[in-house]
């Protein structure tokens, strides 16, 4: 009965390959997201959406194309992978304007 | 814009010890303000949350934090270490609405010894 689970957990591959995640929540929530922490640890929104409506896009290269089929999920497809990607990627949700947010585990995309 | 500042990016304390994560946050309207534990290849769990309610916020394992505007500090604290606090801990703002989005502080990582 996992709130956030994210596939896979673990991603490695080469640079130049095109690859996705896949989010999905069971809590009902209306608004999902998608954060990337860097080997520094540190956390930065890269996407949120509303109603499968995209309403933030933190300047992320058109590379990453996340894509909602409905409120409950949320996938990011990453094309042309490059080095920097390496990191993990968070997806979270929450309900519109009532926090908190709820994180998955995390996908380690690592880039060889 | 809003903004958080964790001082002390390492923090070492003995078990049972006081445990004080300091968290600053600047943000252009009142702000929601969250804790946030990272366990070692974990996702991140939530520890406390300030929403204009009580300034003193207890949380889960014994973590509480108040939240002051004159200083605009929500310092994380716990009265005895143990073990199994050693983690990353991360501060967080937000705002309200639709957009909102959690801008993290860069976490402190702390460290519980014998």
């Known amino acids: 009965d996992t709130a956030v689970s994210q596939t896979p957990k673990y991603l490695v591959t080469q640079m130049g390959n095109d690859k996705s995640i896949k989010c999905e929540q069971n809590?009902?929530?209306?608004?999902m997201y998608w954060y990337k922490q860097d080997s520094k640890k540190f956390l930065k929104i890269m996407f949120s959406?509303?109603?499968?409506?995209?309403?933030i896009n933190e300047t992320v290269p058109n590379r990453f194309s996340p894509k909602s089929p409905d409120k409950a999920h949320l996938n990011l497809h990453i094309n042309s992978l490059e080095l920097g990607d390496s990191a993990v990627y968070f997806c979270?949700?929450?309900?519109?304007?009532?926090?908190?947010?709820?994180f998955g585990d995390g996908t380690r995309l690592s880039i060889l | 814009a809003q903004s958080v500042t964790q001082l002390g990016s390492h923090v070492s304390v003995s078990e049972g010890a006081l445990v004080l994560l300091r968290c600053n946050y600047s943000?252009?309207?009142?702000?929601?303000l969250f804790w946030y534990v990272q366990y070692p290849n974990q996702g991140l769990q939530l520890l406390l949350k300030?929403?204009?309610?009580?300034?003193l916020v207890k949380g889960i394992n014994g973590f509480e934090a108040e939240f002051k505007k004159s200083e605009t500090s929500f310092h994380l604290t716990k009265p005895s270490a143990h073990m199994s606090d050693a983690a990353e801990y991360f501060c967080?703002?937000?705002?309200?609405?639709?957009?909102?989005?959690?801008?993290f502080g860069t976490g402190t990582r702390l460290q519980v010894t014998l």
């Open positions: 979270a949700s929450s309900q519109a304007g009532s926090q908190p947010q709820h």
């Open positions: 809590l009902g929530h209306d608004t």
């Open positions: 959406y509303n109603n499968k409506e995209l309403i």
């Open positions: 943000s252009s309207v009142p702000p929601y």
């Open positions: 300030y929403t204009s309610a009580a300034t």
């Open positions: 967080a703002v937000s705002t309200t609405g639709t957009a909102s989005k959690l801008t």
